[in-house]
């Protein structure tokens, strides 16, 4: 729980940083233009002190829970602040940042609970992650395409074909990592099950489902608001869910 509250002000000191650093930008969003900073509703000094408290409370409490899960959140800090400088004006090097952050993530959790990762668990948090990234660059690349405003510099460096293919070939390894993962002998002797490749089905379904809303629906900006808005994905999740539970203590 302390590792979470730690990495979620950290986190939140990282968001305050970008928004603060993009507020022109985000202000020729459709819906970025809403944002606290880029809308005017909080003022740039409040914000640069809440950053900082925010950060310095996030680190603090990683240093004392353990000395790796510090040095995981702070490199997750300077590895976001390059991003918001530099790296994320380099195309591809972007999204590879984007999707680093997830995978840091996991690894603090499996520091914090002592908890084993599995070599694919790694792989397939970070091609889903540059999956859902080139999707959102995509939304980026549309809205250019029918404004004319660009909302990021780096618009310029990507197009449609390019994230579409980029896209499936992201889809196609996370499935077929999925399904090594379900079927490595470690899983196998963990979960006492040799039939977790079943839920793959899910799996399919869940980014098939995500590539429709991106492709033919248009509307990959935000996945939160994706995954809280759609039924289709949340019974795949749910399905999902269920399945493995099922095969694993039934």
């Given at each position: ?137 995509r ?11 660009k ?68 509307k ?31």
């Amino acid at each position: 729980m302390m590792a979470f509250i730690a990495f979620s002000l950290v986190a939140s000191s990282v968001y305050i940083f970008n928004d603060y650093h993009d507020i022109e930008e985000d202000r020729k969003h459709p819906t970025k233009k809403n944002r606290p900073l880029a809308s005017g509703k909080v003022s740039k000094q409040f914000a640069k002190i809440l950053m900082i408290i925010l950060l310095i409370f996030g680190l603090a409490i990683s240093y004392l829970l353990k000395s790796t899960v510090f040095y995981l959140i702070l490199s997750y800090f300077i590895l976001n602040l390059l991003y918001t400088l530099k790296l994320k004006h380099i195309v591809i090097i972007d999204t590879f940042i984007i999707a680093t952050g997830f995978v840091i993530r996991i690894f603090v959790g499996s520091q914090t609970g002592n908890i084993w990762l599995s070599m694919w668990i790694i792989i397939m948090t970070f091609l889903l992650a540059l999956f859902i990234a080139l999707a959102k660059r995509r939304d980026d690349v549309l809205i250019y395409l029918e404004t004319g405003d660009k909302t990021r510099k780096i618009i310029d460096g990507y197009n449609l074909e390019f994230l579409n293919t980029s896209m499936v070939i992201m889809a196609s390894v996370v499935i077929v990592s999925y399904i090594m993962y379900t079927i490595s002998s470690d899983v196998v002797s963990r979960m006492h099950s040799e039939n977790l490749y079943l839920t793959v089905v899910f799996v399919i379904l869940g980014l098939l489902r995500y590539m429709h809303i991106t492709i033919v629906e248009k509307k990959s900006g935000s996945p939160t608001e994706m995954l809280l808005r759609d039924r289709f994905l949340q019974l795949s999740i749910l399905g999902w869910i269920a399945t493995f539970i099922l095969l694993i203590y039934v």
